[in-house]
């Protein structure tokens, strides 16, 4: 029996069809799948009352050639529910419905929802829901007051307090509790509009301030309203996050895995609010940190990374400081304070 023989231009048509098999091939595959559409990702549902249940469901259409399943769906408010078809055939179209409630929830609301699917080209879907809920007492722009200043400059903040019930709302005066800063109420609109402002001297020193300030007013719900007050008196350089926390960290989850000791490392930055500085040295008096920093030499802003190596760490608390020194005549020193737990 003889064996057939391919020449130059048989061989060259056989490379043809094969390639042309294997692209009829991947088009076939390519089309036997899910492809998911949504044609209006977003919702907005307008204002209402506080303890209202927000619903809507969103239209999921399934425009490939295999079944569209839903596979899981995360939420990103406690008072969310969401319900949907499991899959979703080709050519049709589902729904997925989203429950908010408004109970604990004020002002300008987003509420999101990512829709994971088995659509290889979108494999997840964001859902969004945006409003405004208006609670009997809203506190405008937010309930605290958050102030982050430089060191001699001094600020105002201002909270708007909005009664939004039919009864007028009166405030008999204000109590503080703090001494870094001052409070006073301005009348806008007697029984209806208020405004608390918040006042921090221009001689506070660098460093974190907390305190509060409570309203008191004639109503049996709202007899007192409390406003927290965080303030960040900020330097010449200053650092961000304010300290290094590591939390509770387990040494036998950590012998199990010596790896997860990367994963447990901390940073913060070291910044100037103008200009350039050196760091000459970042010390520390826990001996089971290893610090680094980047970069070398001149710099703004700085990395320091901070590590815990095993063979020194031992149980108990973390409680002690990172000293960075810099060559900045006006803010010669920046310390760090660290906290955790080795359990």
């Known amino acids: 029996m003889m064996t057939p023989k391919f020449h130059g231009r048989g061989k060259a048509a056989l490379v043809v069809v094969a390639a042309a098999a294997l692209c009829f091939a991947s088009q076939v595959g390519a089309a036997d799948s899910p492809k998911a559409f949504v044609p209006a990702g977003s919702y907005d549902f307008g204002t209402v009352k506080q303890g209202e249940r927000v619903s809507h469901c969103f239209e999921l259409r399934n ?3 295999a079944p569209l399943k839903i596979e899981k769906m995360q939420l990103t408010l ?15 179209s589902g729904n997925v419905c989203i429950d908010l409630g408004t109970d604990d929830l004020s002002l300008k609301v987003k509420a999101q929802a990512a829709v ?5 080209q979108q494999p997840q879907i964001p859902l969004v829901m945006t409003g405004v809920v208006k609670s009997p007492v809203d506190l405008v722009p937010m309930g605290a007051v958050l102030a982050s200043i430089w060191k001699g400059d001094g600020a105002e903040r201002t909270i708007t307090i909005v009664n939004n019930r039919p009864r007028p709302l009166h405030i008999r005066g204000i109590e503080t509790e703090g001494q870094h800063f001052t409070a006073r109420i301005q009348t806008e609109k007697s029984g209806e ?13 660098p460093g974190h301030y907390t305190g509060s300030v409570y309203v ?8 007192r309203i409390r406003v927290p007050i965080n303030i960040l008196v900020k330097s010449e350089i200053y650092t961000f996050p304010l300290g290094v926390n590591f939390r ?6 950590v012998d199990s895995d010596p790896s997860s000791l990367a994963y447990l490392a901390e940073w913060f930055l070291v910044k100037k609010r103008a200009g350039k500085f050196r760091i000459r040295s970042i010390t520390s008096d826990l001996p089971a940190l290893d610090i680094t920093r980047t970069p070398e030499g001149e710099s703004n802003t700085f990395r320091v990374n901070v590590v815990l190596a095993r063979d020194r760490l031992e149980p108990g608390r973390l409680d002690g400081k990172i000293r ?6 006006a803010v010669p020193e920046v310390t760090v304070p660290v906290s955790g737990e080795i359990r």
């Open 63 to 65: 425009q490939g050639s």
């Open 78 to 92: 406690p008072k969310m529910t969401a319900r949907a078809a499991g899959s979703i055939p080709p050519g049709k």
């Open 116 to 120: 994971f699917v088995n659509d290889p």
């Open 193 to 205: 509009v208020y405004k608390l402002v918040v006042s921090i001297p221009r001689d506070l020193a």
């Open 216 to 223: 008191n007013t004639d109503s049996t719900r709202y007899a």
């Open 248 to 253: 509770s960290i387990s040494l036998a989850q």
């Open 324 to 329: 960075v020194l810099t060559d900045d005549p």
